[in-house]
């Protein structure tokens, strides 16, 4: 959804992943996928976009609507107390902030359903044929889209391989959700490959270890991607879909 031009080409990928080896002095082995879900294999960004927007227009801030993409990643908790620390000069405690994130939810709730991200259930296809553990790791507990899960990917996301906001006390952009999902996985970070749509999702990966491969899905370039620390950067998933295969293999 932006005019960045990417070099995704064989060479492209072979470069970064030698890079990658050399800099954390490792050879190229990828046993687990740690995925995002927002944006990443859901196209519901838009719609969590919007739902931002209306609960925050009702306190009283005024905020873009395309800077919620900017905090994707982020614990609604996180997001909240964020944003009325910098426009209202307060944090509003834990529960104030909880019960704002469940009116956002449902907001969110009644939009019309949000479609699959095309190209995710072929990359998720990809990575089971080749025997890659997949871990979902998002900073939501929108259960509407959690439960989802299991009829639009079947059998992509196993129940015990799931990090969303309630597993962890720190959100994206700290490195805890992927190292938490690497326990889970029972790989090191240099076996780990994070896919990720969103600045704060690829910091969270990069500073886990992990090999990171973002996406641009929405409005965010792939300047601020590589700039947060993606290793590729892919203009869509479809496109990551194709390579992934070569990324693994490579």
């Known amino acids: 959804m932006n005019n960045d031009v990417l070099d995704i080409t064989p060479g492209a990928i072979a470069a970064a992943i030698g890079e990658y080896c050399r800099r954390h002095n490792c050879s190229w082995q990828p046993r687990a996928a740690l995925i995002d879900m927002d944006g990443t294999l859901i196209d519901s960004m838009r719609s969590h976009a919007a739902a931002w927007k209306r609960m925050t227009d009702r306190e009283g801030l005024s905020v873009p609507q395309d800077e919620f993409y900017l905090y994707e990643g982020m614990t609604g908790r996180a997001t909240i ?13 834990d529960e104030e902030a909880d019960e704002l994130y469940a009116v956002k939810g449902g907001y969110f709730n009644e939009m019309p359903k949000v479609p699959v991200m095309p190209g995710a259930a072929q990359m998720l296809r990809t990575l089971m044929a080749e025997g890659i553990t997949r871990v979902l790791v998002t900073g939501s507990k929108q259960l509407s889209s959690l439960n989802r899960l ?3 990917f079947p059998g992509a996301f196993p129940h015990n391989l799931r990090v969303t906001a309630t597993d962890v006390a720190h959100g994206k952009p700290s490195p805890e959700p992927y190292l938490k999902a690497m326990e889970m996985a029972s790989v090191k970070p240099e076996q780990s490959i994070v896919i990720e749509n969103a600045p704060l999702g690829v910091e969270s990966g990069a500073r886990s270890g992990a090999f990171v491969i973002a996406v641009t899905t929405g409005p965010i370039p792939a300047s601020a991607m590589t700039a947060a620390g993606a290793h590729l950067v892919f203009p869509t998933m479809p496109s990551l879909a194709a390579a992934i295969q070569c990324i693994i293999k490579n």
């Open 81 to 93: 107390q964020m944003l009325w620390k910098r426009d209202k000069g307060y944090v509003p405690t």
């Open 150 to 152: 299991d009829d639009d």
